[in-house]
């Protein structure tokens, strides 16, 4: 049986932001021993018309400066029709160049606010995979046949 927690990490990479137009970073996963990564924002509210941006960058140094775009276009963007709350921002970025990834969300033309970013790492090369200390413990159903 293949459970996610056994076959991922997840790792809560951002803290909320208040609503305004500052972009928010966050923090850097090493990706070795891994070939993807989804990066989640939780948002809460988003005014009418708000433009927000969710970027995946990379590097070959644990470090938000001089980081690229990862390529093949790693940017999610969306415009709300109308002012909404409680929306979820999903990026998923496959195989990056770089050994080191981290995201960039950005509320580009109105205010919006950010509940936090979880980040995903999948396609793990060695499992079961170890979940971070942040991660509380919680146990696996055994299915019944």
Known sequence: MLELVNQCV????????????????????????FDAVAFIADMGTCVSGGTVALAASENTVSSTSGGTTVSGGSTGTVTTGTASSNSTLALDCIRPSKRYVYATWTPTTSN??????????YRAKSVP???????????????VV
């Open 10 to 33: 997840v790792t809560k990479v951002s803290n909320g932001a208040a609503a305004g137009t500052s972009p928010v970073t966050s923090s850097i996963l090493d990706m070795k021993g």
């Open 112 to 121: 919006a606010a950010l509940n936090t970013i979880v980040a995903i790492q």
């Open 129 to 143: 995979t170890t979940q971070p200390a942040s991660v509380m413990p919680v146990a696996t159903s055994t299915p």
